[in-house]
């Protein structure tokens, strides 16, 4: 509720404050049990730093986050502790994410013993079916992740990811970092895995083409700000917000007999979000801009399941 996650810009010996960039400026949504909510946006839009504050990997500047009841920006360390069993991250980049000296059958079985305090022969054990569940053979696990193939680490990434059986997890663009062939394959674990174990997934990507098929929601970010929000088939299909429309229109066609999609070209100035515009903050890029958009920030609002922060969603 009202998330906001601030980084200040300092420099010198005397961190003189140059400004604030605003990653989430203000952004409430709720996450379903056993559901998946995909985050969309351009790359510094502010996605992974909510996934990363929903988590308390990042601080939040201010806002409240409930878990089951919990506000987890109020938890003391031993509470966060608890907490970090039932919420866990998958991240881009499986080689950059797995420590390099470490062999598979450690890296994923660390969490067992930092939050278990499984013996090694039970530790083993639990890898082992790990390995197993994402598709990994079990004679791999005294090997070192330079010895897997990308699509091989991020299942390692996941099987860590799941030692605790956690509830909730953030997967921060778990395919972009691998080959198409592979990403489908990755999704597909996912998918399975969401459907073995009631997890929900809050799932970060650029690439619409990707969440299209695998989320239930999907919300839209722009410059820390959440655009559109609402059921991914009913979102493509009739975008509210000119800046999903963009997106949309501006992803590869995946079916090569589909016709084109009327181009949508966005000019104007790039904002920062250092300096966020006045008014939409979309303003500047938007082909419909009116005068209003200047002055006016619009807020979040619901036409039927779905909310826009629009002066002037599309026609419905
Ligand atoms: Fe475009 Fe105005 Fe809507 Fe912003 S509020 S997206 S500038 S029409
Ligand atoms: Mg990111």
Known sequence: ????????????????????????????????????????????????????????????????????????????????????????????????????????MDIIGEPLITHESMSLKE???????????????????????????????????????????????????????????????IINLLQRLQEQNNLTYLFISHDLNVVRYFSDRISVMFLGKLMELGPTNEVYERPLHPYTKFLIAAAPVVDPHARNKEKLILEGEIPSPINPPAGCRFHTRCPYVQEVCKREEPQLQAIDNRQVACHFPLET
């Open 1 to 104: 509720r009202n998330l906001k996650t601030y980084f200040p810009i300092e420099k010198g010996l005397f961190r003189k404050k140059l400004g604030t960039i605003r990653a989430v400026d203000d952004i409430s949504f709720d996450i379903y049990e056993g559901e998946t909510l995909a985050i969309v946006g351009e790359s510094g839009c502010g996605k992974s730093t909510l996934g990363r504050t929903l988590l308390r990997l990042q601080e939040a500047t201010e806002g409240e986050a409930i878990f089951e009841e919990q506000n987890i920006f109020q938890l003391g360390s031993s509470e966060l502790r608890q907490l970090r069993k039932q919420m866990q991250i998958i991240f881009q980049d499986p080689f950059a994410s797995l420590n390099p000296r470490m062999k598979v």
């Open 123 to 185: 530790k083993e054990e639990r890898v082992l079916e790990l390995m197993e569940v994402v598709g990994l053979r079990k004679a791999y696990g005294y090997r070192y992740p330079h010895m897997f193939s990308g699509g091989q680490r991020q299942r390692i990434g996941i099987a860590r990811a799941l030692a605790l059986n956690p509830k909730f997890v953030v997967c921060d663009e778990p395919v972009s970092a691998l080959d198409v062939s592979i990403q489908s394959q």
